[in-house]
């Protein structure tokens, strides 16, 4: 007996589910001897942990695309000691020189942040219109390609220009990532892939720790030539282009955008009117029922992205203070540079490993906890790893203000594993794009003015972990707002759970069906 699906297509309003549980998919029958017949559909759909082939695929490719986004914008980062002194034409040992690093290296991340907010909020438009996969692959090539031509960099203005570009194409990308995959993945499985999703961070992180190792300390006759060294730290920027092949070839449109521009009836529309359509769109975001969720949303995310860049840009310059803190004093300028190289790298992969613990442990206290929750814990426990990580009052031991870094990774860089789940959470479908990198993005703006700040109070000269300790002040701030339900809580109920059409509601019972006869089969 062929197994079927009726619905009682009588007078009621709401369709009725009758499942027939007499045969399986493949034909077979469940109560005699179904067990051993696996059809090809089962093979091709077999699923683990919840996830399809496809959802793992969508997942992988997502993860690719923001790890190599977070690889390319830390790169200057770890360079700036190196390549400032070198555009600028200074030595890097004269007391000016290291002014002029932390002042250029502040300066140069907050107008990456701006770049960075400016492509999210813009991109984030452009994948409600275009589509999720194309904006990937746009913003993949804008952002490694503008990393890359940093390696010709002849002046500090020439990077600001190219870093800035770069950070139109990394704010696009997360959009356009979190999107598909909170899109491609079941209900019961967003938290998962979410927090799965943001560990490609932490990776991009020790990717580009390994490669500026690599060229500025392990690979000797690079290493010994600073005007070389860090230009092929830049060029290696070039890595991520293989992915955008991958997408092209292989990814799938995301199925729910595909339908709900159908149904828009968008396809249709010439380009401009759609763009206009979509422009006025973004007031939808401030509308009377979407308008808590868009200011709890950017109240979470604007404490996390102050506290992180405010704290991650300066741990290269706080492990090359460290390093010259415990420096015999007749050292050579060879011995220092392998010292700070060597502090650099043990700072940096101690603060990625608490990033990467960190987004791994938003999974179980997003689900035990709830998401408001969740945040009041990493903000309050952040803000005293910060005090008591950069504090030069705190009594702990160079080496040991290194493995510290571990305990602020873990908390305000791992919080951020929790924003690929929670903000497609907030926003139905036809604005979640828009509204993910809009609240993810806007922030930044204000961010900006957190490494902007140290940095002028740094040039000053002197211990810069005296600046940076108050940082802990932002995600206290958080943790009390937060605690006072500033930010919506999506653990029982989300945007997911409230489709705002009709047709909405009846893809939901398709994909309702299906689950049901994936679960009586196995």
């Known amino acids: 007996m062929k197994p079927r699906l009726s619905e ?19 034909g077979s029958d469940f109560l005699n001897g179904g067990d051993s017949a696996v059809s090809s559909l089962d093979k091709r759909e077999r699923e683990f942990i919840g996830l399809t082939r496809h959802q793992w695929f969508v997942l992988f490719a997502a993860w ?10 830390v790169l200057f980062t770890y360079v700036a000691p190196v390549c400032i002194p070198q555009v600028l034409g200074l030595s890097p040992d004269t007391t000016t020189a290291k002014e002029l690093i932390t002042f250029w290296t502040a300066s140069l991340t907050s107008l990456l942040l701006v770049g ?7 991109f984030g438009k452009l994948t409600d ?10 913003t993949i090539v804008l952002y490694a390609l503008s990393t890359a031509i940093c390696a010709f960099a002849t002046s500090i203005w020439f990077l600001a220009v190219f870093r800035f570009l770069a950070a139109l194409g990394i704010g696009g990308e997360w959009a356009a990532g979190a999107t598909l995959v909170a899109e491609a993945v079941p ?9 799965l999703l943001y560990t490609a961070a932490p990776m991009g992180h020790f990717l580009a720790t390994g490669v500026n190792w690599f060229f500025t300390s392990a690979l000797e006759p690079v290493a010994s030539d600073a005007s070389l060294s ?3 730290v830049f060029a290696s920027a070039l890595l991520p282009l293989g992915v955008t092949v991958l997408i092209r070839l292989k990814m799938k449109e995301s199925t729910a955008w595909e339908e709900s521009r159908a149904k828009a ?18 007031r939808l975001l401030f509308a009377r029922e979407q308008r808590r969720n868009t200011i709890g949303a950017m109240s979470v995310v604007l404490v996390a992205l102050v506290t992180h860049w405010s704290c991650s840009s300066f741990v290269p310059i706080v492990c090359s203070f460290l390093a010259g803190t415990v420096t015999p004093a007749p050292a050579t300028a060879d011995l220092l540079r392998q010292l700070k190289a060597r502090y650099i ?9 608490g990033g990467l613990l960190g987004s791994m442990l938003t999974i179980p206290a997003a689900t035990y906890l709830g998401r408001r929750w969740m945040y009041v814990v990493y903000f309050s426990v952040g803000s005293l790893f910060v005090f008591l990580t950069f504090s030069p009052y705190v009594p702990i031991s160079p080496f040991g203000h290194l493995f510290m870094m571990t305990s602020i990774g873990t908390t305000m860089f791992g919080v951020f594993g929790s924003f690929t789940f929670y903000l497609p959470e907030l926003f139905p479908i036809h604005i979640r794009a828009s509204g993910c990198g809009f609240t993810y993005n806007v922030g930044r703006f204000v961010a900006a003015f957190g490494p902007f700040i140290v940095g002028v109070i740094g040039r000053r000269g002197g211990n810069p972990m005296e600046v940076i300790q108050w940082i802990m002040v932002v995600p206290l701030i958080g943790a009390i707002a937060v605690a006072c339900k500033v930010a919506p809580e999506t653990k029982f109920h989300s945007a997911f759970d409230a489709p705002a059409t009709a047709a909405e509601k009846e893809h939901e019972r398709f994909e309702a069906k299906t689950q049901l006869l994936q679960d009586t089969d196995s």
Not at 64 to 73: E, H, P, R
Not at 187 to 195: D, E, I, L, Y
Not at 265 to 282: C, F, M, N, Q, Y
């Open 187 to 195: 209900k019961n499985r967003r938290v998962v892939a979410g927090a």
């Open 230 to 232: 860090w230009r092929l």
């Open 345 to 353: 790298a043990i700072g940096t992969t101690a603060f990625n490993f």
């Open 8 to 26: 009682q297509d009588a007078s009621d309003n709401e369709p009725e589910l009758v499942v027939e549980l007499d045969a399986r998919p493949d």
């Open 64 to 73: 690719l695309g923001w790890g190599f986004d977070v690889f390319d914008q």
């Open 116 to 122: 960075w907010g400016i492509g999210g909020i813009l």
């Open 265 to 282: 009836g968008v396809g249709r529309k010439p380009l401009l009117a759609a763009i206009k359509d979509e422009a006025a769109s973004l």
């Open 129 to 138: 219109i275009f589509g999720r996969s194309r904006m990937m692959i746009a």
